[in-house]
C-alpha cells in the first residue's frame, strides 16, 4: 500500500486584535469600587466598599489608599471640584437593616476628611457639582440634596417621589437631572426648587445619567438600556446597545464620543452620538461600576474586585487587520496592518519549524502611539530551508517591555533544492514512510533494493511537479533485513539504508 501527499504554497490572510486597550491598573485592594472622579491627567480619587478611598497623583500608575477608619462604610459617589477639594458619597452600617447618609468633604487633596451633616438619614448613590460651589446629590425614597456653598450647607429638596435615585448630572446653578428605578427621570430648570418628571421612556432601571450640555444627555440602565435625548429632556430615544447585560456609568468625551460601561466587563463606546454603538475589549468579565474620561484619550473604568482600568487612547486596540504569508520563490513575504497603537516599540519576527521552538529572524520598530492605519512588512529568505512547513508570529513589544504574541500563520513553502530524507519509523515493521522534495518538475523514481543491489520495489515512476512528498512503504512480503532507497530525478541520485526488523 502507498500513499502520496503533495503539497503547495499558498497564501494565508486573516483579521484579529492584539490586545485591548484597556489596561489594568493595581489598585491594592480586592473591595468592590463604586466610583471614580479626575480633575486633570494625574489626580484622581476612586471610592467603594469598606471605607476605601484611592488617591493617585501619577494618572493610577500608584494608587494610595487615604482611608483606614471607615471601615463599614460604602462609598458610592466622588467628585473632584479642583485640585483640592473633593467630596464623598455614601451610606455606614451602623447595625442589621440600618444605614445612615455620608457626605465628606476634603479641602486639602485628601490629607483631612470632614464629615459634613445633610440633615438626611437615607442612603446616598450619586453625587455632581456643576461649579466649586453648586452641588447636588441624590439617594434613596427619592432623596435630594443641594449645596449653593461649596459643601458647608446641604438643603433637602422635594423630588416629589419615594423611588430610589441612583444618578444625577448637574449642568450649571439651575439645570440638573436625576435618575432612578421604574425608569425614573427627574428635571429641574430653576435650582432644585421644584422637580419635574420626565415620564413615559421606558419603565427600566436607570443607573446613571450624564449631560454634555443643557439640551444633549444620557442615561443608562439595565437590560442594555440607554437613552438619549437633544433637547434636555423633552423627548428620549431609546437607542440599541447591542447588549441585554445591565449598564452603570456614561461618561461624554464629547458630543459625539461616549463611553458606557457595565456588567460582565461591558465597555460601549459611540463616535456619533449614539446612532451606533461598539463593544470595545476590557479584558476583564468582572462588573464595571464607572467611567470617566478626562480628555479624548485618557479614561479610567471603575468596577468590583478592586479593578481599575485605563487607556490612553480611547479605549482602541492595538488591531492587526491583516497578516499575510505569501511565498515567492525562494522566500515567504510577510506583510501586516496595524489600525491603531500605543506605546508600541516595535514586532519581533518569529519563525518555527514545529510550533515549539521558535526563533527570532528579524524586528520592526513600531509607530509609539497613533491612531492612524499602519503597514509593516519583512522579508524571510528560504534558501538555507529545507522544511516543508514553515510557522510565523509576531511578538509586539511597549516600550515598557510588556509583550503579546500574534496568532500563528502556517505556510507550506514549494522545495528550494532535491532532498532525500531518512525513512520514519527505522526500524520498521513492516511499514514506514519516506518523504522527499524537488525544486523542479521532471521524471521521478523510488526504488527499494536489498543488499545485493537487486530491485524489490518501485514505489514511484513517473512525472511529477515540484514540490514536497510523502509515500508509505509496506514490506510485509519482505523478510528481515537491510534495504536500500533510492530516488533519481534527472542528474539526482541520492540513497539512503533502511532496517526491516521483525
Known amino acids: 500500500m502507498k500513499k502520496i501527499v503533495l503539497v503547495f504554497a499558498f497564501l494565508l490572510s486573516f483579521s484579529f486584535q492584539l490586545k485591548a486597550q484597556w489596561y489594568i491598573q493595581s489598585s491594592g485592594t480586592n473591595s468592590d469600587l463604586f466610583g471614580i472622579s479626575f480633575t486633570d491627567l494625574n489626580n484622581g480619587f476612586v471610592v467603594g466598599s469598606d471605607g476605601n478611598v484611592l488617591k493617585t497623583t501619577n494618572g493610577g500608575n500608584t494608587w494610595d489608599s487615604q482611608m483606614h477608619v471607615y471601615g463599614y462604610y460604602t462609598f458610592m459617589g466622588v467628585s473632584m471640584v479642583n485640585e483640592t477639594t473633593n467630596y464623598i458619597v455614601g451610606s455606614d452600617f451602623v447595625f442589621p437593616y440600618l444605614f445612615l447618609h455620608v457626605i465628606l468633604k476634603t479641602s486639602n487633596n485628601g490629607i483631612n476628611w470632614v464629615e459634613i451633616n445633610s440633615g438626611s438619614l437615607y442612603q446616598l448613590y450619586d453625587i455632581s457639582f456643576s461649579d466649586s460651589v453648586n452641588g447636588t446629590v441624590v439617594g434613596q425614597e427619592g432623596t435630594i440634596l443641594r449645596t449653593t456653598d461649596a459643601g458647608d450647607n446641604w438643603n433637602i429638596q422635594s423630588s416629589g417621589i419615594s423611588n430610589n435615585l441612583y444618578g444625577c448630572s448637574i449642568v450649571d446653578d439651575q439645570i440638573g437631572t436625576a435618575v432612578g428605578i421604574n425608569g425614573t427621570i427627574l428635571r429641574t430648570i430653576d435650582g432644585g426648587t421644584s422637580w419635574a418628571q420626565q415620564s413615559g421612556f421606558t419603565t427600566e432601571w436607570l443607573n446613571k445619567v450624564a449631560f454634555f450640555d443643557t439640551n444633549n444627555g444620557f442615561t443608562v440602565g439595565v437590560d442594555g438600556t440607554i437613552l438619549h435625548t437633544t433637547n434636555g429632556g423633552d423627548n428620549w430615544e431609546l437607542q440599541s446597545s447591542g447588549t441585554t447585560y445591565h449598564l452603570n456609568d456614561v461618561s461624554f468625551i464629547d458630543l459625539n464620543n461616549v463611553i458606557v460601561v457595565g456588567r460582565n466587563g461591558t465597555i460601549l463606546k459611540t463616535t456619533n452620538s449614539g446612532i451606533t454603538w461598539t463593544s470595545q475589549l476590557s479584558g476583564t468579565m468582572t ?18 474586585n478592586g479593578t481599575i482600568l485605563h487607556t490612553t487612547n480611547g479605549g482602541l486596540p492595538v488591531e492587526l487587520t491583516s497578516f499575510t504569508a505569501i511565498v515567492s520563490n525562494s522566500c515567504v513575504q510577510l506583510v501586516w496592518s496595524t489600525e491603531t497603537e500605543l506605546n508600541n516599540h516595535g514586532f519581533e519576527i518569529e519563525r518555527s519549524i514545529d510550533k515549539t521552538k521558535w526563533r527570532t529572524i528579524g524586528f520592526r520598530e513600531g509607530k509609539g502611539t497613533t491612531s492612524e492605519p499602519q503597514q509593516y512588512s519583512y522579508s524571510d529568505d528560504l534558501s538555507d530551508i529545507t522544511a516543508s512547513k514553515l510557522y510565523y508570529r509576531l511578538k509586539q513589544i511597549d516600550y515598557n517591555g510588556s509583550f503579546e504574541y500574534s496568532d500563528v500563520v502556517e505556510v507550506l513553502t514549494a522545495p528550494t533544492k532535491f532532498s532525500l530524507e531518512q525513512n520514519y519509523p527505522n526500524p520498521f515493521n513492516p511499514n514506514t514512510k519516506i518523504s522527499w522534495q524537488s525544486p523542479v518538475s521532471g521524471w521521478q523514481t523510488l526504488k527499494i533494493y536489498d543488499v545485493l543491489g537487486n530491485e524489490v520495489a518501485t514505489l514511484v ?42
Open 287 to 304: 462588573h464595571l461600576s464607572a467611567v470617566f474620561f478626562i480628555d479624548e484619550n485618557t479614561g479610567w473604568i471603575v468596577g468590583e
Open 461 to 502: 515512476s513517473e512525472e511529477k511537479p515540484a514540490g514536497n512528498y510523502e509515500i508509505e512503504f509496506d514490506a510485509s512480503n519482505l523478510s528481515s533485513g537491510v534495504y536500500y532507497y533510492q530516488l533519481r530525478s534527472g542528474s539526482f541520485v541520492e540513497t539512503k539504508k533502511m532496517i526491516l526488523l521483525r
